[in-house]
């Protein structure tokens, strides 16, 4: 196909949407580490999971095996606010580095939260909504996971409970006042709503908060209370395959060209701050 014949920003339509996250641990040789127990260390168990997270979520956590999971509907529906994303040929990007070679990017942030953290809070609430929870808990940093759960619990009728690092929460007043108008309750931590809080103010009077700290009153707050659960943006197994519905369009639409690449980059440009403990000490940039 002749070079000019591919747009600045491939779109698929709505129907060309992944109906089924890709699980890319089934196709793995080398499965990745369990999770562990932290007093016993062994690998935790569905119902240890289950007193923290969705139950299930706790089976995406968990499965190995299963290499595509079926997108509910009414996630779908949702998913269809603003998505499909576009991928974008990057030509003046091309032009400045005066390279031969061909750039394209997956744009997430045409949604009203604002990233690509939207594409799991939606999931992760779903779920949470589906097993009858009063509503669920986070931790969040800059305020883009914050935002999307936020969000999704707001569509869904979910109650929401954020802590947000201090510093951010000091240093952000619009990030966190978009989360409080979409009706979440949003607490600066380390805070005095919990005992890793009060223990945390105590043993280090003034502290500016980690993100480790909120995510311990977070968790401590779902396990708490009866009808919760503790949700994350990142870092688990069932947030990368909410997270592949990108991969999955970028691959549709890139089939739409015959555009094969020599190279995929998967990463995240998120200008925050770099927590180095959970008990706060200095963040450093």
């Not at 996250?21 to 040789?29: E, H, I, T």
């Not at 999955?248 to 990463?267: F, H, Q, R, S």
Request: with cysteine; proline share 6%; aromatic share 10%.
């Amino acid at each position: 196909m002749a070079e000019n014949k591919i747009p600045y920003k491939i779109y698929l339509e709505e129907d060309e949407m992944p109906k089924a996250w890709y699980n890319v641990r089934a196709d793995m040789k080398n499965k990745p580490a369990p999770l562990l127990n932290p007093g016993t260390h062994q690998p935790m168990t569905a119902e240890e999971l289950g007193g923290v997270f969705c139950a299930d979520l706790v089976e995406q956590e968990l499965d190995n095996d299963t290499a595509y999971v079926e997108i509910p509907q009414e996630i779908r529906d949702f998913y269809k606010m603003y998505r499909p994303s576009p991928l974008v040929r990057a030509y003046c990007l091309e032009e400045k580095l005066q390279t031969p070679a061909k750039i394209y990017y997956k744009f997430e942030g045409n949604n009203t939260s604002g990233s690509h953290k939207l594409n799991s809070a939606i999931a992760q609430a779903y779920y949470a909504k589906k097993q009858g929870l009063k509503g669920v808990t986070t931790e969040t940093g800059a305020g883009q996971w914050g935002t999307a759960l936020s969000m999704a619990c707001a569509y869904l009728g979910l109650d929401c409970k954020v802590y947000m690092v201090k510093v951010s929460y000091e240093q952000k007043p619009f990030r966190r006042e978009v989360m409080r108008v979409y009706g979440a309750s949003v607490t600066p931590s380390p805070s005095m709503s919990t005992e890793i809080g009060k223990k945390i103010n105590a043993e280090h009077p003034g502290t500016t908060g980690s993100l480790g700290c909120a995510i311990s009153e977070a968790v401590e707050d779902a396990v708490t209370h009866e009808g919760y659960r503790y949700v994350l943006g990142s870092v688990l197994n069932q947030v990368l395959l909410h997270q592949s519905v990108i991969g999955l369009e970028t691959k549709a639409a890139l089939d739409k060209y015959n555009v094969k690449p020599d190279i995929i980059i998967g990463w995240r440009f998120k200008p925050r701050r770099s927590y180095l403990s959970l008990y706060g000490r200095k963040a450093q940039r």
